[in-house]
């Protein structure tokens, strides 16, 4: 239970941040969005690191450590080390000096002026409000998991309960999210995002070294890796084929492109803030990002036989158990902190619907720019509502290995092994698990329509 509270008292501290950027900010459209383009060296650096540091990274990179090795930090990490930190150099400066001589708030605003042409941008927008949702949906679920885990305890007949339930945890996480959003705008994220990745680089190295203390060395559970065939790929790139390797470097390059991104940009107050960023970025990854796959790969040894799904919260289990409560719970808030990363995204729809909808068609002229920031507050409790209220257990996923076939007649067919039925090593050993929706729900997903469009429980229900 204390974890628990440990971190709700981190929640509270992040609300209070987002209250006292509001009372610092102005009832302005690009103070709000933009914290008047006047973010510091530091703080841009680190909320920008934050904004990329979300629930894969933290308890997505552990849990696919757990299943297919070390080579993970190589596969994810190092290429978004490298690209990263050269797209925001190359690209991002860019965009900056356009956005600052332009008065540019989003990336459809410099497509719609380089192309003249009004339906690109309504289309575009359309597009990468699509793309964000499920983010902001991930980082919710995330929420919810993580607050579930850390609020486990024992009853007195064995099983395992929870404080704060899945629901709850989730809950919790959208609101607070959106409560800092919708008062401090850019500038209460940006401060709320430094103050996270600092919260998570101190403790998670802290904890990190406990960690190896509690369970008798690394160098201890390595070896006891190494000495048993089933875990001994995992401490190599076995499990990840060369061309699969070298492929995730191509993935880094869309990351200038998210919208969350490319507005942060438009913050820093000197071009020359770009150059810490781009000289820290690659450190900040290799702090979050090597405890993590590490752990993970630990927890192989600590907790075997774990399927796919259940082993996201490794990272969570290794604090529970060997760590004192008081770290486990501040940590706890740390992984909580990079879980929330869906601040940025939220604000970052935010920012688009009220410059390339709201404004774009006339809204700002005729209500003034006042009107345009309470309308983009009204869309941040619209977007986190509704990233609540999308309800995963409508949905049926099942997990399992996936090919594609490449040559011949079945050329581009794709075959999933659902149930793991292999009992021989064969080609479809050692593949990664992937999540596919099997069935829905229909009957569910229609009454959830009519309730809530129409406003009453549907008679089916």
């Given at each position: ?15 209070y ?120 949906i ?19 007949d ?34 709320v ?27 201890q ?66 702090a ?38 008081l ?26 619907f ?31 509502v ?57 009957p ?18």
């Amino acid at each position: 239970m204390i974890p628990a509270l440990i971190v709700f008292a981190y929640l509270t501290i992040v609300v209070y941040i987002g209250i006292f950027a509001f009372r610092r900010g102005k009832e302005s459209g690009e103070d709000y969005f933009l914290a008047s383009r006047a973010l510091g060296p530091y703080v841009f650096l680190l909320s920008l690191f934050g904004t990329n540091m979300t629930a894969f990274a933290i308890l997505g990179s552990s849990g696919l450590a757990y299943s297919r090795g070390i080579g993970v930090y190589g596969l994810m990490a190092s290429s978004s080390g490298i690209v990263i930190p050269l797209t925001i150099f190359f690209i991002g400066t860019r965009l900056w000096a356009l956005g600052k001589r332009l008065g540019h708030m989003t990336q459809v605003q410099f497509l719609r002026d380089r192309w003249e042409c009004d339906g690109i941008g309504t289309f575009l927008f359309a597009i990468t409000a699509a793309m964000l949702v499920p983010y902001i949906i991930i980082g919710v679920m995330g929420g919810g998991a993580t607050l579930e885990a850390i609020s486990a305890y024992q009853d007195s007949d064995g099983n395992i309960r929870h404080w704060v339930s899945y629901e709850v945890g989730g809950a919790v996480v959208a609101l607070v999210v959106m409560s800092y959003v919708f008062f401090g705008g850019m500038r209460g994220t940006a401060w709320v995002n430094t103050f996270q990745t600092l919260l998570f680089l101190c403790f998670g190295t802290i904890a990190f070294i406990l960690i190896a203390r509690s369970i008798g060395g690394f160098d201890q559970v390595m070896n006891q890796l190494a000495a048993n065939p089933r875990t001994a790929p995992l401490l190599s790139r076995e499990r990840i084929p060369m061309e699969e390797f070298f492929s995730y470097m191509f993935i880094p390059l869309s990351a200038i492109m998210f919208p969350h991104i490319s507005i942060m940009c438009l913050t820093a107050k000197r071009i020359g803030h770009f150059r810490k960023t781009v000289i820290f970025y690659p450190l900040c990854i290799a702090a979050i990002w090597v405890p993590s796959v590490y752990l993970g790969v630990v927890a192989a040894s600590q907790f075997p036989g774990l399927r796919p799904g259940e082993s996201d919260d490794v990272i969570i289990r290794l604090l529970m158990e060997h760590t004192p409560t008081l770290i486990a719970g501040i940590l706890g808030a740390g992984i909580m902190a990079c879980v929330m990363a869906s601040d940025s995204q939220i604000l970052a729809l935010c920012t688009m619907f009220t410059e390339d909808i709201f404004a774009h068609y006339g809204g700002k002229e005729r209500f003034g720019d006042r009107a345009q920031v309470w309308t983009g507050r009204a869309f941040v409790v619209i977007v986190t509502v509704i990233a609540y209220l999308i309800d995963p257990t409508l949905y049926t996923v099942e997990y399992g290995p996936i090919r594609v076939v490449t040559e011949g007649i079945a050329m581009g067919l794709t075959l999933w092994d659902r149930c793991g039925k292999w009992r021989r090593p064969n080609a479809w050993t050692g593949r990664p698990a992937v999540g596919v929706c099997t069935r829905v729900d229909a009957p569910r997903v229609l009454a959830l329509f009519h309730e809530r469009i129409v406003g009453e429980r549907s008679p089916t229900q």
